[in-house]
């Protein structure tokens, strides 16, 4: 009898996801299944983007407040539906979970029976430290090219605050009123006072959403 010394093949292990990474939606998807510890990553345009840790000042607060605007047009328009930070399925090389998204319910999305929501949503917010991100760039264009109909990008660095408009394809910025608000042309009734907003000022940004 011959007793082999070699040592027993482990099963290869998943690998993990790294910032950079290029990968199909469904090795994305394994990977991410891998890693329950972690928080939020997102496949953009076939490469993987890891959050790093959120500042209070620069992500916390502005995406806390843009949350109140949405909840409170919500809670008033029966047939909407608000999610924060929620995985979207969208095309194969693109797995996004944006700060905040806001949908018809009989729209362009759904949710599966594994609670993501597949399809363009009709409204996508992000906070993006400027506007070199890839909020602005790469996931600008996955977002027009999977016809999310309105996107509005917080650029905190820069102090604006940019809310686009899907025409023929394209984004167009939504221009400010003379009363200094933004009016969405998806949702009847949801507006901004950029002004307000950009100085955290949510009360007022709550008055002039409800007048």
């Known amino acids: 009898m011959v007793?082999?010394?070699?040592?027993?093949?482990?099963?290869?292990?998943?690998?993990?996801?790294?910032?950079?990474?290029?990968?199909?939606?469904?090795e994305f998807e394994r990977r991410y299944a891998a890693m329950p510890h972690l928080k939020k990553a997102e496949l953009i345009e076939g490469v993987v983007y890891?959050?790093?840790?959120?500042?209070?000042?620069?992500?916390?607060?502005?995406?806390?407040?843009?949350?109140?605007?949405?909840?409170f047009y919500h809670a008033s328009t029966p047939g909407t539906y608000l999610a924060d930070n929620t995985t979207i399925l969208l095309d194969l090389d693109n797995e996004p979970q944006p700060d905040a998204l806001l949908r018809w319910e009989d729209g362009n999305s759904r949710i599966t029976e594994n609670d993501y929501i597949e399809g363009p949503p009709e409204l996508i917010v992000e906070i993006s430290a400027s506007s070199v991100s890839y909020d602005m760039n790469d996931?600008?264009?996955?977002?027009?090219?999977?016809?999310?109909?309105?996107?509005?990008?917080?650029?905190?660095?820069?102090?604006?605050?940019?809310?686009?408009?899907?025409?023929?394809?394209q984004y167009v910025a939504l221009e400010v009123d003379s009363t200094g608000l933004i009016v969405s042309?998806?949702?009847?009734?949801?507006?901004?006072?950029?002004?307000?907003?950009?100085?955290?000022?949510?009360?007022?940004?709550?008055?002039?959403?409800?007048?």
Do not use: C
Not at 51 to 71: C, D
Not at 185 to 207: S, Y
């Open 139 to 169: 996931k600008l264009q996955a977002y027009r090219r999977n016809g999310v109909q309105e996107y509005m990008v917080w650029q905190i660095y820069e102090d604006e605050i940019v809310w686009y408009q899907l025409v023929e394809g």
């Open 3 to 26: 007793i082999s010394s070699a040592k027993p093949i482990k099963p290869q292990s998943i690998p993990l996801l790294e910032n950079g990474d290029r990968l199909s939606r469904a």
């Open 50 to 71: 890891m959050a790093a840790a959120t500042r209070a000042q620069q992500h916390g607060n502005p995406h806390a407040l843009v949350m109140g605007w949405l909840a």
């Open 185 to 211: 042309q998806i949702f009847p009734g949801l507006k901004l006072d950029l002004e307000a907003m950009k100085n955290r000022d949510l009360a007022t940004v709550l008055t002039r959403l409800r007048a």
